[in-house]
Each structure stands twice: as C-alpha cells, then as structure tokens.
C-alpha cells in the first residue's frame, strides 16, 4: 500500500483548466437530465440510467474538489484526465443506440422501447424518442413471421422516432405501466393455434409484470377476446385496448413491447423465459383461469366415488379424422374397468366447462387434429394417446404433441393407423403412391399433403389392438386396480 501523501494546493494558473472542466460536465449533466426526462425506465435500468450514473459520478468528483481540483491519492493533471474520460464515456454512451426491434426465435420478432412512448393504435404507430433510434422499423406482431398465409391477416404495425420536424402527438391518456401489443390474426380460431401462437407466448411476454400490464390487441375478434377472457385476465388487470376501434386516441406508456416472444410449439423454455417460468407455471395459471381441481391423476379417496375408476377421454371429431367405431371403442374401455366420456370440442365450446371435463380425465386418446391442443388441461401424470393417421405423419404428431408432453408432465403415447384401418384403402388401390411412397406426395407441398391424409382419411382402430395400448395406458396410473384381461 502506497503512504498517505499530502499535495500542495495548485498553482492558479490551473484554476483555468478547472473552470474548463466543470463547464463541460456541467452541460453534460443537464442534457443527462434532459434524457433522463424523457426517457424514464420504471420497470428497469435503462441504458439512459447508466449513462446519468456516469455523469453523476463525474459530477461527485468535481465535488469532491472543492474549489482546490485535487482528490487525495492522485496528481492533478491525473485527475483532470479522469474526468475527462468519464465525459468521453458519457458522449459515446449517448450517441449509442440500441435495436429496438430483435429476432427472438425463428418464429417471433420483438420490438421493445422505454421512455416516452406513445402508441396511436388506430394507424398501428408506435412512437419513441430520437434517443432510442433514428431509423423506423416495421413488423406484425405475430409470432409466426416466415408464414405468409397467416401474417395476410395480419396488420404491419411501425415503430418510428419523433423527429425535428415533426411534434410527437399529444397523449390523450397517460399509463404508468408498460402496455405488450399483439395481434389475435394470422389462424387463430383454430384451438392449436389460439394457444402455440398467441396464449403460450402472451404467457412468456407478460407474466413477469404480475397483471401489472396493459394488452393493446391488434386484428380482434370479439369471440376469441370472450372465448380467452378468463385467461387474459390471469396476465392483465386491466381492460383490453382493441387497437382497430381507438379512435384517434393517443396513449402514453413508459414501456412499450410489441410482439410476442416464442420459444417452442405449446412450450416454454426456462432458460429463456424472466425468472424461469416453465409449464408447470402455465399450467398453474390455467388452474385459476379455469378453477380446475386436479392437479394430479390420481383416484379419490371415497371408495363409492366413481373417480375411483380411471377416466377415459375420447375426443370425437365431426368431418375428418373421424373415428368409425366410437361406439365400440367406448365399449371395450368400460370393459376394461374405465369410465368413459365422448367429447366433440369445436370454436363454440365454452372453453371452461370444456377444460374442466379434460382435467377430470386420468387418459385422453383421440386423433391428430386441433382438438388434442386440450391436453394443456389435463393433470399431471394423465396418458395422452395420440392416434397418428396413416401417410407417414410420424414426425408432425411428434413436433406438435409429442415434444411438448414432457414439460406438462404427460406421459405420451401413439396409436399409428395402419392401411386397412383407414379409409384410404377404399379410395386407393395398394400399389399407389399414397400407401407405396408416401414421401412423394409429401414432396408436393402441405396442401397435397393435407388433402389426401389429413382432410381425406377416417379411421377404424382394431379394438384388438387399442386394446393392449389401453392396458398399457393403465399400467402409468396409480390407480392401484387390478384390469380385466380376458
């Protein structure tokens, strides 16, 4: 450790230099302020925060001269240059801007900004300080962004600086708390869609604010916003702002984020998302929602309660995809010692009552469709039987309902369709492309593919055959009872 060294006060001529100095900081410090006005961050250290305390800090040191410009420890011209430095630092600092806008995931966009923001819904306009960035970005709040058929229905929203020559719009109504824009186009009303690009990245996007937070929701339909009003009031105290029916209002946020994060189909990922959430904490935020009581799969305690038998949910479908024995699947299960239930979901469903039949199953089985996006529901520790239509459908039943199983803490399993268990065999003879080569009508594009397996095929499962995959369903519940299995 250098000695303790007194210094002799400065010559007057360096009173100059001093006077130099501190008339430099003291500009800085008041276009600081100026920043720091109109780019407040209440919800986080900003970089314009940074920047005041590099100021600040400069500003104690003159301070700490007292008039004589020598700080004990350091020669005077050492100390001048350090002062110097922290206002170089300070400029650079303000000359620096960040994106506003950045790539997420290959799948979402997200455009962030803090300070004075004002958000004019009606001409899809977000407007910042100069600060923030010179140059206008534009994107469509929807986390699908590659998908050109589902962002047609979607509206571009621009984020754009106040400039010189034009005054910012005046706020009509000022917030205190940050607002998240997104859009409810694209395919929304399909139930897959509703929750892998909207509900689950809303989810990721604001729930580290804990309701503290405004939605301003672009391309609404007043269905889907009745249809998911429970769950967007678990995200939001507040009344929704329907962007396209605001009139000329301008609203005045501190913080404004467009666009939603995503991270996986029907899936949260906690090494990305604030503080960790998962899908346990989605599937928490369901339970509220929707006042489900099982959080587990497990039998009841009273003994004369038919939940003492595992429950068998069969989720029916209408036009496609449909399975040709349903009587007879129902049939076989109660054999088996299940209560079962058959259940058609479709966009007029009341989702909560829907939602509470789901968790009332201990097993779900039913073919791939929207309708299976219902496992979100289900209590852990539930099967879920997903019934895979013949054509080499392996790696879509894997990516939209096999993956995200796991995180809910559901144990998958697939029933794969075989040729004479579908009606293509009645539409096609066994030598054609559609049961050969498979791969070559893939190859034609989604809509080929589409039309022939998807919108073009029934099915009729051997009840042998189900049969042994239910037996092995009940073997993951602890239900503790011994099967039929004659």
């Not at 962002?151 to 005046?170: D, G, N």
């Not at 979100?376 to 054509?391: E, H, K, T």
């Amino acid at each position: 450790m250098k000695p303790h060294r007194t210094f002799p006060r400065p010559e007057p001529r360096r009173t100059g230099t001093g006077f130099i100095i501190a008339s430099m900081l003291l500009s800085v410090c008041i276009l600081s302020l100026i920043k720091a006005r109109y780019c407040s961050a209440p919800y986080g250290k900003s970089r314009e925060s940074s920047e005041l305390e590099i100021t600040m800090g400069a500003i104690r040191m003159l301070a700490a001269k007292s008039g004589d410009l020598a700080l004990k420890g350091r020669e005077d011209g050492e100390d001048n240059r350090l002062l110097l430095e922290a206002v170089s630092r300070d400029k650079a600092a303000m000359e620096v801007k960040q994106p506003v806008c950045i790539e997420t995931s290959r799948r979402s966009d997200v455009c962030e900004a803090e300070g004075d923001v004002r958000v004019r819904a009606s001409a899809r306009t977000i407007f910042v300080h100069p600060f923030l960035t010179s140059q206008e970005w534009k994107m469509k709040p929807y986390a699908r962004k590659h998908d050109q058929p589902a962002l047609a229905h979607v509206k571009e929203w621009s984020i754009r600086p106040f400039t010189e020559q034009e005054a910012p719009p005046s706020c009509t109504e000022n917030y205190t708390v940050p607002a998240v824009v997104f859009s409810v186009g694209g395919y929304t009303g399909n139930l897959f869609h509703d929750f892998t690009d909207v509900i689950v990245p809303l989810f990721i996007t604001s729930t580290r604010f804990h309701g503290e937070v405004q939605f301003v929701i672009a391309d609404a339909k007043p269905w889907w916003l009745s249809k998911f009003s429970l769950l967007l009031k678990q995200l939001s105290k507040y009344e929704i702002i329907d962007a396209d029916n605001d009139r000329d209002a301008v609203r005045c946020f501190p913080r404004v984020i467009a666009g939603l994060d995503f991270h996986k189909e029907l899936g949260v990922d906690p090494a990305k998302a604030p503080s960790g959430y998962s899908m346990t904490d989605f599937k928490e935020m369901l339970r509220r929602a929707y006042g489900l009581e099982r959080t587990r799969a497990e039998p009841s305690g009273d003994r004369w309660d038919v939940r003492r038998k595992p429950r068998l949910l069969i989720i029916s479908r209408r036009s496609s995809r449909v399975f040709l024995n349903e009587r007879g699947m129902s049939d076989m299960a109660m054999s088996l010692g299940f209560d079962v239930r058959i259940a058609d979901p479709d966009v007029t469903t009341d989702l909560g009552k829907f939602a509470r039949l789901v968790n009332s199953a201990d097993v779900m089985i039913g073919v791939y469709g929207a309708g299976l996006t219902n496992i979100v529901f289900l209590p852990a520790g539930a099967v879920f039987i997903q019934v895979v239509p013949m054509g080499n459908l392996e790696w879509l039943a894997r990516d939209t309902f096999e993956k995200p199983s796991p995180d809910m803490q559901i144990k998958y399993m697939d029933y794969r369709i075989q040729a004479d268990e579908s009606t293509l065999s009645d539409q096609y003879q066994k030598d054609h492309p559609v049961f050969a080569d498979p791969q070559s009508i893939h190859k034609k594009g989604w809509s080929e593919l589409s039309r022939v397996y998807l919108e073009n095929q029934d099915v009729k499962p051997h009840l042998g055959r189900l049969r042994i995959t239910l037996l092995e369903a009940l073997k993951f519940l602890p239900h503790g009872r011994k099967t039929t299995t004659q």
